[in-house]
Every structure is written in structure tokens, then in C-alpha cells.
T-cell receptor, first 114, second 113 residues
């Protein structure tokens, strides 16, 4: 158990819909990262927050947005969903704000868009 | 453009032998390299990392070697054990706090009995 929790575990929704994925970091970690893992793809870094502020941005689509709240939990919002958004979405946390720090990953949310 | 490449999608190794997983990168600005291991239905877990100022880092059965001139790193697992069967991701990052991390596509390691 990494100490990072993600809800829900599974999500099935239709094209055009909007969903919110939630992540609670390990106690004491200030940084949260979001990743997408599609079939045959590695982990694609989406976005990083550090202590409530956006720190780094990766290949995140404009239809996607995220935020980190004062209690340090984070939410990833995916809107106007397309079939190609079906993937595993991982959240990770680290004690500090650099990607070179060891990251602790949650178990992921499997999103299926039908 | 894949900045971090793991050219072997899968690798099979006999239990007790050495497993060598390879990773190539194209961006000479990367300062830090990390290996993560992933079991099915779980999130990745950190294994070992190396800074660009070193050429070797060892942690128990795991050793990472970095060849900066060749832009190549490798993870050695000695001896390989059944529990090492997993997908291994190579990742690279700069050392600034707003640098992005780039992951490879992973190599699936099978340890044969």
C-alpha cells in the first residue's frame, strides 16, 4: 500500500460526458502528479501540482483540467469524453516538487468510454 | 517524438540468472533517471534512480548503469527471482522542480522457473 488513494477504481461512461477522478496523496506529501496509461503506451505525464499550485504541465488535453485543494487532495476533470480517452489514470505523490523525487503511485482509475 | 525509449517490449530470463533491461534517451538535458516496477492491477513502485553525475548506483540486487556518451542506461537484476516478473518503466527528468518527467513504454520481464 503506497498510501495514495484514488477513487473511483472503475468508471464507465459515454462519449461526450464529463467525469471527475479524485486522488488523496500520502500524508505529508505536497506534490501530486497525474498520468494516463493507454494500451501500448507508457505512462504519459499529464500535470503536476505542488502545494496547491500548478508546477509542470505535460501532454494534457484542453478538455482535461486538474486542481489541488487546500487539504492537498487533487481532482482530474475530463470533459467531452471521447473513445480514445479510455485508459488507466494514475495519481502519484511525492514529498517535494521535483519529478526526480521518488513518487508513490495510487492503484489507478480505469476509465472506459463507450 | 519518444525521448525515452525501451526497445524491448518483453524479456524472459531464467530464475537465478541476471536480467538486463535497457533504456535509451535522446535529450541530453536529462539529469535524473529512474526505474519503476509495475505489477498488474497496481500502480508503479519506485525501484532505483541515478543522477547524471554518476555512472552506477546499486541497491541490493538492483544496479543501474548510466552511459551518458551513449545516452543509454540499463537496470541489472542479480539474481532474478520469480517476484521480479513485472513491467519495468524507465523514466527521465531534469533537476529543476518544474521539469517534466518522461517515461518509456516499459519492458515486461518474465522470470522463468
Amino acid at each position: 500500500d503506497s498510501g495514495v488513494t484514488q477513487t473511483p477504481k472503475h468508471l464507465i461512461t459515454a462519449t461526450g460526458q464529463r467525469v471527475t477522478l479524485r486522488c488523496s496523496p500520502r500524508s505529508g506529501d505536497l506534490s501530486v502528479y497525474w498520468y494516463q496509461q493507454s494500451l501500448d503506451q507508457g505512462l504519459q505525464f499529464l500535470i503536476q501540482y505542488y502545494n496547491g499550485e500548478e508546477r509542470a504541465k505535460g501532454n494534457i488535453l484542453e478538455r482535461f483540467s486538474a486542481q489541488q485543494f487546500p487539504d492537498l487532495h487533487s481532482e482530474l476533470n475530463l470533459s467531452s469524453l471521447e473513445l480514445g480517452d479510455s485508459a488507466l489514470y494514475f495519481c502519484a505523490s511525492s514529498v517535494d516538487g521535483g519529478s526526480f523525487y521518488e513518487q508513490y503511485f495510487g492503484p489507478g482509475t480505469r476509465l472506459t468510454v463507450t | 517524438d519518444q525521448q525515452v525509449k525501451q526497445n524491448s517490449p518483453s524479456l524472459s530470463v531464467q530464475e537465478g540468472r541476471i536480467s538486463i533491461l535497457n533504456c535509451d534517451y535522446t535529450n541530453s538535458m536529462f539529469d535524473y533517471f529512474l526505474w519503476y516496477k509495475k505489477y498488474p492491477a497496481e500502480g508503479p513502485t519506485f525501484l532505483i534512480s541515478i543522477s547524471s553525475i554518476k555512472d552506477k548506483n546499486e541497491d541490493g540486487r538492483f544496479t543501474v548503469f548510466l552511459n551518458k556518451s551513449a545516452k543509454h542506461l540499463s537496470l541489472h537484476i542479480v539474481p532474478s527471482q520469480p517476484g521480479d516478473s513485472a513491467v519495468y518503466f524507465c523514466a527521465a527528468s531534469g533537476v529543476n522542480r518544474d521539469d517534466k518527467i518522461i517515461f518509456g513504454k516499459g519492458t515486461r520481464l518474465h522470470i522463468l522457473p
